[in-house]
């Protein structure tokens, strides 16, 4: 009888808790805690974030919830005074409804340079477009050696796939595929990194093309 691996159940199936949205006087949304802990793995100033992204995680009582920005959020992550940086930052705790992060929705287009910091930019390599590194970490296209690719080059793939994890201090984060400048159904025509691959936020991780008229093409499963 084959042995269940929980610790990769753990890694590709984690608690998952979404941040409260507060809009303030200025128009920036304010992404707060929906619990008490230490909360690390945040984006860093400049990404993009839209819903259902991640945007940390948060360890309550040994258990590591990854936090999700919830429906309505987007914008791009600014530096507020009233947060730490540098290593503090890195891991800090928080209260119920303590700011995370701070977003500036008029920054969510238009801005080429914000755009290519993020996850979901489709600024193109060589007449593609992209899906780039949500944040930095260590990319994995499998979940585990001798286990399948999450995609292949030529496979169909549409938004809110898995298409590899990343890992930052032992968290692992699902990448999902999807962005305001990506094709919702896409043919992978590379994949630009190899697995295990250490990646900045932003790195390019897979050149697609629109695949909207091949519906005959079964999508790559998850």
Do not use: W
Not at 3 to 21: E, F, H
Not at 24 to 33: C, S
Not at 55 to 67: D, M, P
Not at 176 to 196: F, H, K, M
């Amino acid at each position: 009888m084959p042995v269940k691996n929980y610790a990769l159940d753990a890694r590709l199936n984690p608690p998952v808790l979404r941040a409260r949205l507060a809009a303030g006087p200025d128009g920036r949304q304010r992404l707060l805690a929906p619990g008490v802990g230490m909360f690390r793995s945040a984006p860093d100033p400049g990404a993009l974030v839209g819903p259902d992204q991640a945007i940390g995680a948060l360890e309550i009582l040994g258990v590591v919830h990854h936090v999700l920005a919830p429906a309505g959020a987007g914008g791009l992550v600014i530096a507020p005074d009233d947060l730490p940086r540098g290593p503090a930052a890195a891991r800090r705790p928080v209260g119920f409804d303590d700011l995370l992060l701070t977003l500036d929705p008029s920054a969510t287009r238009g801005d080429s340079a914000a755009q290519q910091t993020s996850a979901t930019a489709g600024a193109t390599v060589s007449g593609a477009a992209v899906l780039r590194a949500p944040t930095s970490g260590r990319f994995y296209i499998r979940s585990g050696p001798g286990k399948p690719a999450f995609v292949s080059v030529g496979a169909v793939i549409e938004v809110g796939q898995t298409v590899g994890l990343i890992e930052v201090m032992k968290t692992f984060s699902r990448v999902l595929y999807g962005g305001d400048a990506l094709p919702s159904r896409a043919r992978v025509v590379r994949i630009c990194q190899t697995d295990e691959s250490d990646v900045a936020q932003g790195d390019p991780l897979l050149e697609v093309e629109d695949a909207a008229s091949d519906q005959n093409t079964k999508p790559h499963p998850a």
